[in-house]
Nanobody, 118 residues
Framework: VQLVESGGGLVQPGGSLRLSCAAS????????MSWYRQVPGKERELVAT????????YYPGSVKGRFTISRDNAKNTVYLQMNSLKPEDTALYYC????????????WGQGTQVTVSS
């Protein structure tokens, strides 16, 4: 299983970024995908989840209305569109999936840094 994030960078408050996560090593279309973020000294925080097929994506209140998760099963890629970015969105953003191979196991990418600053 490999998850490779890209698209992070430095953006001014109010700006936008789109993160991408290219997945391989499993049947991408069969599994939900998520984005998490983490700042030093704090726990990793879920920011968006998209089901495998159909269903409604989930967002916590901190990002709802500003972030949009989507997936392209033909490209084995999940995206996170982030609009109206705030300094408190600054974090290392991780792609995640949970696969059942005997037991449920979390898989993570290496992360991509998002910095919101003027």
């Amino acid at each position: 299983v490999q998850l490779v994030e890209s698209g992070g960078g430095l953006v001014q408050p109010g700006g936008s970024l789109r993160l991408s996560c290219a997945a391989s090593g499993f049947i991408f279309s069969s599994y939900a995908m998520s984005w998490y973020r983490q700042v030093p000294g704090k726990e990793r925080e879920l920011v968006a989840t998209i089901p495998s097929v159909g269903g409604i994506p989930y967002y916590p209140g901190s990002v709802k209305g500003r972030f949009t998760i989507s997936r392209d099963n033909a490209k084995n890629t999940v995206y996170l569109q982030m609009n109206s970015l705030k300094p408190e969105d600054t974090a290392l953003y991780y792609c995640n999936t949970k696969l059942h191979r005997g037991v449920w196991t979390d898989y993570w990418g290496q992360g991509t840094q998002v910095t919101v600053s003027s």
